[in-house]
C-alpha cells in the first residue's frame, strides 16, 4: 500500500509543498544561529554596548528564541493550512476515508 500512495500525484505533491517550505527556513535558521559565533568571533561591532552593560551580542544571542518561535509558528500555521489538508486527503483517498 505504501508503494501506491508514496507514488500518488497528491503525495508528490505534498511533499514538494514541504520541500518547498523547509529548505529554505533550514538555510535561513541555520545561518541566522551560525551568525552569531562568527559575528562575535570576527565584528568588533558586537562589543557595542546598547542597552546599559548589553552589548550587541547579547541582544543577537536573545533574538535567535524569537526567531526560533517565529519559525515554529510559521510551520504550525503553513502545516495546518497547507500541509494537514493534504495529507487528509491523500489519508482519506487510500485508506477510504478508515484511520488506523
Not at 568588533?44 to 515554529?72: C, D, E, H, R
Amino acid at each position: 500500500m505504501w508503494k501506491e500512495i508514496s507514488q500518488s500525484k497528491d503525495f508528490k505533491k505534498l511533499i514538494s509543498q514541504k520541500v518547498k517550505f523547509l529548505v529554505p527556513v533550514l538555510i535561513f535558521s541555520l545561518s541566522y544561529y551560525f551568525a552569531l559565533p562568527l559575528s562575535v568571533g570576527y565584528l568588533p561591532i558586537m562589543k557595542t554596548k546598547a542597552i546599559g552593560s548589553i552589548n550587541l551580542a547579547y541582544l543577537f544571542a536573545l533574538s535567535q528564541f524569537f526567531v526560533a518561535w517565529l519559525v515554529a509558528a510559521a510551520y504550525s500555521y503553513v502545516a495546518s493550512h497547507k500541509f494537514d489538508p493534504l495529507a487528509e486527503k491523500i489519508r482519506q483517498k487510500d485508506h477510504g476515508g478508515k484511520q488506523k
